[in-house]
């Protein structure tokens, strides 16, 4: 449920017909399990191939260690993505879990259990939602260094709504656990 202060007025997303506005959005992707750079890379080229989505940017690829996992999961590749995009912000979500899917992402009743691919979205323009089937922005993403240090590398000056400048969240919480794989990078084509 999109909140709006007023409710007669319309949100994007429930527009109808041709009018949809072109929005940037920021993706957060992640994999601890398997040939984690190649699910990764797979994610982008999936993504780029959405219709309505286009791939701006792709974050360096950082090695982190793995936060509220059971233990003994292996570390995390991730990295962030920017694209503009004209989808409402439900199909994104859709589109995002069937990607996860493609990837044989297994879903566990153990939180945060390890994963080929996790596809996450952190902002959809100024969209907020509160559904379970899709929360914007990203509840966790101004505690998470591993979204926020990738997407501050590609858009420095980005401010995560309700929560500030990335800068200022990211200076707070610092870097630990996060190494710059340099030796690694994504082909946005
Ligand atoms: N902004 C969002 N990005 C991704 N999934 C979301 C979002 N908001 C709600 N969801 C829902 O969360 C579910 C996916 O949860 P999943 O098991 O991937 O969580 P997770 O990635 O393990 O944990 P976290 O949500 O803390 O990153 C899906 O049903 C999806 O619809
Ligand atoms: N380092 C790291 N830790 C996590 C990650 C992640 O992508 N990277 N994702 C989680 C749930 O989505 C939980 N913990």
Redesign the pocket.
Known sequence: MTETPNPHIVDADTLTGEMRPIRRAVL?L?S?LGDRLASLQGAVEAIADTPDVWVTAASPVYE??????PPGSDN?L?AVLLIDTTLAANRLMDRALAIEDAFDRERSEVP?SPRTL?V?LIVVGDRRSNDDHLRLPHPRAAERA?VLKPWFDVEPDAVLPERGPIAELLADLGTD?LVHRDDLSLDVG
């Open positions: 957060s992640g601890n982190t260690t793995p936060v509220n996992c995390f991730n945060n996790d996450d591993f656990g």
